[in-house]
């Protein structure tokens, strides 16, 4: 999560936006499996995807109606990171990834607490 955070605090260049790019596709990697961990653990639940963690995450209350509905487009955001060579791709990916960091921040928060 911090090197995400750091990246986002860069001047805007081309690289930084690659950067950040990469940074949030790993970033999201460890949020969700770290998410699916906590589920399994702590809930009893097992959810094999990053939609399905998310939605499950929904029905256990960790997310409301509107951050789920985020979560779902973040996942298709990071689906999508494999098409950044694509300059409208890349510059919408971008666009959205700090608000894509503050909510990855704010679920890992809300897991912290219960933990």
């Not at 001047?11 to 930084?16: A, E, G, R, T």
């Not at 990697?29 to 809930?43: D, G, H, M, R």
């Not at 909510?103 to 912290?112: E, V």
Request: with cysteine; charged share 30%; aromatic share 10%.
């Amino acid at each position: 999560m911090e090197s995400l955070g750091q990246i986002l605090d860069e001047p805007y260049s081309v690289i930084v936006r690659d950067a950040s790019i990469q940074r949030f596709k790993y970033t999201f990697e460890a949020v969700w499996k770290f998410s699916k961990e906590f589920l399994k653990t702590n809930q009893g639940v097992v959810c094999n995807a990053p939609k399905a963690c998310f939605r499950e995450m929904l029905g256990q209350g960790l997310l409301n109606e509107e951050e789920a509905e985020q979560c779902l487009e973040m996942t298709d955001r990071r689906n999508q990171t494999s098409h950044t060579y694509n300059e409208e791709v890349a510059q919408l990916i971008y666009g959205q990834i700090a608000e894509y960091y503050r909510l990855m921040k704010m679920l890992l928060d809300r897991i912290d607490r219960i933990i």
